[in-house]
Every structure is written in structure tokens, then in C-alpha cells.
């Protein structure tokens, strides 16, 4: 009989009904569950179901829904993936445009949806909770024009698509705007062992679907994200996303539109599909929830916890 503690309570769930008494109580009664009830006790049950990473990734596609991605013959590559590994096929972006979208998963609040801001973010984030939690961290941003740029676009690189250069934790540290560089320093920080413990993988505009295609975007991962998921440190304790950013600007669903969102890990369930409904909340909870935070920025705190996929 599986049982839960909550609070000074003893919840255990058998043949469909919740069982609820004090400690130290010898006798429960049984009571039909709510789904408040349920839902406390069963989110309890999942945080606990996340392993500890030593390494987590995530790579961000841009602008297509899931019905365009998954099963599209364009994306072999992601789409074996898919197949292998985790699949989230309820996960919708949070808003139109881009930006929106990247600071959700990074602060867990919209921020703004104008692609244009060039402003600092001081609200809680992502790098302040690494930093807190003693964990290191690079942003890799393909076509970054050099290491710690912290300007405006330049194509193929846009600024929007790299949240972390916006955070005031990391525009007022010299040091910290270290930690952003261009995706070229990637693969000789995997050769040499010297991948930090969060990254945020952000290919072109030509590489991650926006302007280019799927197939092109297939091909990058392939070649890029490949030898990542071949290294013995992400066989012995990696975790990596893979996901795009937003559906199609006329999908509107959720507030951004049906995407696909893929779980890698060799701890992760194989060939798994998750039903349940998450947002880019529950993404910046999981990254750092995997490095062993415990408390997350904005509204990553009460987000939906993706411990099914593991």
C-alpha cells in the first residue's frame, strides 16, 4: 500500500481511495479522494522520484507545434529520440512572442513580450539560484559575437533567445558575463571535461528552425548534441531537454501553443510518454531541481513536477 507523510498526517492510497490519519494512530479511515487531496499527496510523491544529475542541458528549437515536429519525417534524428527517451505530448509554451517564453523558463514570470528589450532583469532567476546553490553554469549561444557580449543582435545570433545575458546577477559581474560564450567553446568543453553543471544551449536562427528548416535544425543536433549524449559523464548522471520555444504565432493554446518537449537522461524512463500538462515552469524547476535546488524562481516554485519521466 503505498502511503505518503504530509505534515503530521499519514495518507496511504489502496484499491482507489485515500486513507487519512494522524501519527501514531493505529486506525484510518478511509475517505474518497479529492483531487486536492490526491494532488498534494501524489506531487509529493513524484518530487521525491527525481534523481540527482550531475550535468543538466537544455537546447531550445524555435516557432513550430508539436503536430509539425513529431512524427515529421524532416526530424529523423529528434524524432528517434523522442521514441527512445522521454516525451512530454502536453507541453505548451506560455505566450507569443519568443522572449516571453525564454524568461519563463529562466525566472518562471513572462517578464515582457518584447523582442526588442534591451533592459537588465533583476527579479529572481535562474544563475542567482545557481550561484546561491554553489553551482556553475554557461550560457552557449551559437554566432555570439565574442565571450561576455552582452549586446544587441547580431545576425544570426539574437539577444532574446539567450535570457541569462539579460539577469542584472550576470550584466553587474564581470565574472559571471564570462560564463557567456559562443557555442564554438561547447565541444572543447566536453573534450576536456570542463562542462559546467546547467547549460543553456542556444543554436542561430538559422540552426534552430526560425529561419531555417527542420531538417537543418535535425542535422545540427545530430552533429552537435550527439557526441553529448555519447560522453561516459552524460551516460553516468546527464540529463538534457530538448524543446522548442513556441508554436506557431496562430496556435495560441496555453498562451504559446502546443510544442514538443523531449527528456533525455540515462535515467529516464525509455520510450516514456507523459499526458500531463506542463509549461516552461516546469522546465526551469526540473534543471535546477536535478542539480539538488530546492527552492526555485517565480513560478517554478508551484509548478507541475516532471518526476513521471524518471
Not at 32 to 51: D, E, K, Q, V, Y
Not at 213 to 233: C, F, R
Request: hydrophobic share 40%; proline share 5%; charged share 15%.
Amino acid at each position: 500500500m503505498p502511503h505518503f507523510l504530509l505534515d503530521r498526517v499519514r495518507v496511504c492510497v489502496f484499491s482507489g481511495l485515500l486513507f487519512v490519519a494522524p501519527l501514531g494512530f493505529s486506525q484510518v479511515a478511509a475517505v474518497a479522494p479529492t483531487s486536492a487531496s490526491w494532488g498534494a499527496a501524489h506531487s509529493s510523491f513524484r518530487a521525491r522520484t527525481i534523481p540527482a544529475f550531475g550535468h543538466v542541458f537544455v537546447v531550445l528549437e524555435e516557432n513550430h507545434s508539436y503536430s509539425s515536429v513529431i512524427g515529421n519525417s524532416a526530424m529523423p534524428y529528434l524524432n528517434g529520440l523522442a521514441k527512445q527517451y522521454g516525451l512530454a505530448t502536453q507541453y505548451y509554451a506560455n505566450t507569443h512572442p519568443s522572449i516571453g517564453n525564454y524568461f519563463m523558463m529562466t525566472t518562471g514570470q513572462i517578464v515582457t513580450n518584447d523582442d526588442s528589450f534591451m533592459g537588465t532583469v533583476d527579479t529572481d532567476n535562474t544563475v542567482r539560484r545557481l550561484l546561491t546553490g554553489g553551482k556553475t553554469w554557461k550560457s552557449y549561444a551559437e554566432s555570439l559575437p565574442n565571450v561576455g557580449y552582452i549586446g544587441g543582435d547580431v545576425y544570426p545570433y539574437v539577444r532574446h533567445h539567450n535570457p541569462l545575458s539579460f539577469f542584472s546577477d550576470v550584466v553587474n559581474s564581470r565574472s559571471e558575463r564570462n560564463n557567456l560564450v559562443p557555442f564554438t567553446q561547447f565541444a572543447s568543453d566536453l573534450k576536456n571535461n570542463q562542462l559546467p553543471q546547467y547549460s543553456f544551449i542556444v543554436p542561430n536562427m538559422l540552426d534552430d528552425a526560425h529561419d531555417g528548416s527542420l531538417n537543418q535544425a535535425d542535422n545540427w543536433l545530430k552533429k552537435n548534441i550527439g557526441p553529448l549524449m555519447a560522453s561516459s559523464m552524460f551516460k553516468k548522471d546527464g540529463l538534457l531537454v530538448i524543446l522548442f520555444d513556441e508554436s506557431f504565432s496562430s496556435d495560441g493554446q496555453h498562451g504559446g501553443g502546443h510544442v514538443a518537449a523531449l527528456v533525455i537522461s540515462p535515467k529516464a524512463k525509455r520510450g516514456y510518454q507523459s499526458k500531463t500538462l506542463y509549461q516552461h515552469q516546469s522546465l526551469c524547476r526540473l534543471l535546477l531541481q536535478g542539480l539538488g535546488l530546492t527552492q526555485f524562481p517565480g513560478a517554478a516554485n508551484k509548478a507541475p513536477q516532471m518526476g513521471e519521466f524518471f
